[in-house]
Structures are given as C-alpha cells and as structure tokens.
C-alpha cells in the first residue's frame, strides 16, 4: 500500500549549520509532497509542499528537494537554529482533488540543534 | 488566527468506557481528519471526513467511530475504550485542493 518513511529517526546538529532530513516514499503516483513540523506540545504544522512535477522549492530558510528517480524527499535547514529543534514529517498526498484528499505521513525525525 | 481545537488536551478514561474527543474548526473547512501519533509510527489516520455525515476509514479504523453532523466539527468515539489506544490523538482540516493542513492542539488519552 501507500507509505512514507524516513531513513533516519533522530539528527542532531550544531547551531548554526545546515540541517538535511531526509524521507523516502513509495506511492511515485502521488501528487504532492509536504514537510511538517510539529514541536514540543503542539499539533504539526505545515512548512513547505512540493507538486510531483517540480524537483525543487525553495522557502525561507528551507529547500525540498524531490528525486522521483529513487522516491527520494528531502528538506533543507539553512543556519540551523535553535527553534528549529522538532520532529519533522514528510507526508505525500496520493490525489489532490475538490473532493477531499487524504495525507499519508512517515514515522518523523527529531531534530537537535546543539549550542 | 485560523484555529483547530480539541476539546480536552488531556484525558484519563477507564477500561470499557465509551470516549468522545470533539474537534471544532473555524474555518469552514470541509475537510477533517482524526489521526492518532505513537512514537516512531508517525501519524495514522483513523478516519476522514470531506463533508458533512460523510466520513471514510483510514488505515486504522477498527475501534474506532467518527460523527459529523456539523461542518465545524467532527468527533471521534471510542465505543469501550481499551489500554492499547492510550494515545495522542491529533484532528486536522483542510480545504480540497490545498495541501496544508491545520491541526489542533492534540490529546493526550490514557485508558487504564
């Protein structure tokens, strides 16, 4: 069936470096790819999607790079900072439609940024 | 400030008891979901609802129901609550054809 996973739970990083999560999938029909991260206590948040056909975006400080070759996600984290410790998920979306759409999330990373 | 809230953000319930966790959106979204997140399975939804009193199985539905009588809101039951769905719920929505989901707060629920 559908799945999304990570190749690595944790990531610890120093302040100021950049990070790299990565994250591979398995559903190569799906229609959008997407980064959350979620924090200490909150609910995931929404940081960046990427549509099946583009191989990069770029956001603020952040870079989603999409390898359809070999199902491959990954997010960037220029000059990592502290706030940006968190588990991130990658989700994909199998159809984006009017209708309603489902999102299928991997297992998460944690990420540390140490001082 | 757009919002999704979850009832309760804590919840101790007992073995065989019947549990509601309400989740309310306020912004008209007619997407909502209800995943449950257990640590290193990620999130996996439960169920899903892309209308009012329509809703569809997710990949764990099994103890599980959901009502939607109201746009706005969207509850998950659990029937007679059992220890191995101690867990964090967390409800979602969305708009069709948007990518970005909005969450709420989630639900800590320990059923002893």
């Known amino acids: 069936g559908e799945s999304v996973g990570l190749h690595l739970p944790t990531l610890s990083v120093q302040e100021g470096d950049n990070s790299i999560i990565n994250c591979a999938y398995s559903n190569s029909a799906s229609d959008y790819f997407i980064w959350y991260k979620q924090e200490s206590g909150k609910g995931p948040q929404f940081i960046i999607d990427i549509r099946s056909n583009m191989d990069k975006r770029q956001g603020q400080r952040v870079t989603v790079l999409l390898n359809k070759t070999v199902k491959h996600l990954s997010l960037q984290i220029a000059a990592t900072q502290p706030g940006d410790s968190a588990v991130y998920f990658c989700a994909e979306i199998p159809q984006l439609d009017n209708y309603g759409q489902n999102f299928v999330f991997g297992p998460g990373t944690r990420l540390s940024v140490l001082p | 400030d757009v919002k999704v809230t979850q009832s309760s953000r804590y919840l101790v319930k007992r073995t065989g008891e019947k549990v509601f966790l309400e989740c309310v959106q306020d912004?008209?979204?007619?997407?909502m979901f209800w995943y449950r997140q257990d640590p290193g399975l990620g999130l996996r939804l439960i169920y899903f609802?892309?209308?009012?009193?329509?809703?569809e199985k997710g990949d764990i539905p099994e103890g599980y129901s959901v009502s939607r009588e109201k746009k706005e809101r969207f509850s998950l039951i659990l029937e007679s609550a059992s220890t191995n769905q101690t867990s964090m719920y967390l409800c979602?929505?969305?708009?069709?054809?948007?990518?970005?989901?909005?969450f709420g707060q989630g639900t800590r629920l320990t059923v002893v």
């Open positions: 609802s892309y209308d009012v009193k329509m809703k």
């Open positions: 912004m008209d979204h007619e997407n």
């Open positions: 979602a929505s969305s708009a069709p054809g948007n990518t970005e989901a909005f």
